[in-house]
């Protein structure tokens, strides 16, 4: 795909996934057998859904827009307020709901929570680096979008290896143990990360890469093995709903928080550095999440 957003545009990224989408489309029809006639026994809870939706919609456009608006302006600051208020309101609701959409009694168990925090900010922390490299690749190095992403690729190729391998080690010898690595690790490679600079190698980059592949990939499995694992029988798939939802609001959070540290650094320090200094503290601010997420890992119990 580097090589086709060079040829054609960006746009090219978006375009390569239609044939794929139709082809799985093609063979989810052929081969998923039908499912049996049934009866939904619990409502879906669009009162919980639009709440956890304002809020984050809030949350996210201060962040996007906070510089913009000015951090201290009456909108960027009632937008916050806001968000706290439907976010908060959302989970007094989903506390008297019978079917809710995000079922708050599993945060009773610890092994839970700490799972499902940490798996926040796990992604807090890695989709801020998917962020931020681009721009120290593409505008601070100058690099081609399609040497800048064969270079992005070691990243998701050291997780894709390590992952199946941390997830059988964690079969043996528990999940805790991987995870804290994991989050270590990861928070080892995001500040090693930030601190390249402008004569920085490409030896250099890579091998940070790879560090935050190789903590991505020895934290998610026996994480997302400890939340699914701590849940009953008959609640698995609410866990796995809550690890998905855990997963977009890390998502949609690390770009947020990343792009508004980075935004505000940049254009609050005009100078010839700037953008090394944006990318060095806004990455030095993704390892804090990841440092945090760490310490959740170790709440667990074996």
Known sequence: MTFMTDLISWRAVFYINIPVGLFALVLAWMFIPPDGAGKLSEPFDFQGALLFLAGLIALLLGLNQGYAWGWRSPTIISLFVFAGLFLAIFIYVEKKRS?????????????????????VFNYIAVFSVLLLMPFYLLEGRGLSPSQAGLILSIQPIVMAIIAPLSGSVSDRIGTRIPSVLGMLVLTGGIFLMSRLGQSSSILEIGIALAIVGLGTGT???????????????????????????ARSVGMVLGVGLAGAFFTTIIES??????????????????????????IFSAIKRK
């Open 219 to 245: 934290f998610i499995s026996p994480n997302n093995s400890a939340i699914m694992g701590a849940a009953a029988r008959e609640r698995q798939g609410i866990a796995a709903g809550t690890l998905a939802t």
């Open 269 to 294: 320090t005009p100078g010839p550095n700037n953008l090394y200094l944006a990318f060095s503290i806004s990455l030095a601010a993704a390892a804090g999440f990841a440092a945090f997420g760490a």
């Open 99 to 119: 079917a809710p959409l995000l079922d708050l009694s599993l945060f009773n168990n610890r092994i839970f929570s700490a799972s499902v925090v940490s798996a």
